[in-house]
């Protein structure tokens, strides 16, 4: 059922608006993929206004709210993840963690507790991994690697939670629509959607040897107990 309809004010730009965040009292987040801004809509708005716009952006992808929805979580395709103040003060910054860890081309972006669970189909091999906070939320303390180089990739990208669980597309129609999104050539291939316990795999601290292993082409991922934790990666379709 179509409740409303709220449309970004006109600016003469390309927009196309992609990931949404949701906040408890209706508050509705969302990146626009063409145009580097993240519109904010409050529940009495009639239209979307401008929440941040900074040049710096290339393309947002992923948004997630804190816990308590004080910081707002946002992924950038090419510049990786910052983190920003809903109040009104709005400030950001690039979400800290260690320097071995590559945050470029994340997709999707959820959080799960004190933790935000990502899609990352920009570097080889495609994975998701579970990104355990600190305390402040502004700091990556330890990743929990839940899918990687699993046999039906092709370009994951976008899921959601349900309880324990991320569900999402293992593939993706990128290639196969033209730019209004009809098919090029025939009936749409089946996308996979997967599913993988986000509460099982263990939390790691990130480190050189753990991002070569990350770093494995064509097969999902393996950690013996010696290393801190253990996963097969391979999730369930």
């Known amino acids: 059922e179509k409740l409303g309809e709220y449309r970004v004010p006109p600016d003469g730009r390309p927009h ?22 993240i519109y904010r809509l409050e529940p009495d708005m009639e239209r979307p206004e401008v929440f941040i716009g900074n040049p ?8 997630a709210l804190s816990a308590d929805e004080s ?6 395709y090419e510049r990786g993840l910052f983190v920003f103040e809903t ?5 950001g910054l690039p979400l800290a963690g260690p ?3 590559n945050l470029g081309g994340i997709d999707g972006l ?7 669970v990502m ?10 991994l579970r990104l355990d906070l600190d305390e402040s939320g502004g700091r990556i303390e330890n990743v929990a690697p839940l899918v990687v180089a699993h046999p039906r990739f092709d370009t994951p990208t976008f899921g959601t939670l349900a309880g324990d669980d991320l569900l999402f597309l293992g593939s993706n129609h990128w290639d196969d629509v033209r730019s209004d999104g009809r098919p090029i050539d025939g009936p749409l291939p089946t996308n996979a959607v997967l599913r993988s316990p986000v509460d099982e795999a263990q939390t790691l601290v990130v480190g050189r040897e753990m991002l070569e292993r990350m770093k494995q082409q064509g097969r999902p991922m393996q950690l013996d107990p010696q290393a801190g934790g253990e996963t097969d990666g391979d999730g369930e379709g």
């Open 71 to 76: 910081m707002l979580y946002v992924a950038d």
């Open 16 to 37: 196309l608006l992609g990931a949404l965040a949701l906040a408890d009292d209706g508050t509705v987040y969302a990146a626009d993929t063409v145009t580097p801004f």
């Open 56 to 63: 710096m952006f290339t393309s947002l992808r992923g948004l």
């Open 87 to 91: 109040a009104e003060s709005r400030r």
């Open 119 to 128: 899609i990352q189909n920009g570097i080889s091999p495609d994975r998701v």
């Open 99 to 101: 320097d071995t860890l």
């Open 110 to 116: 959820y959080r799960w507790g004190d933790s935000l």
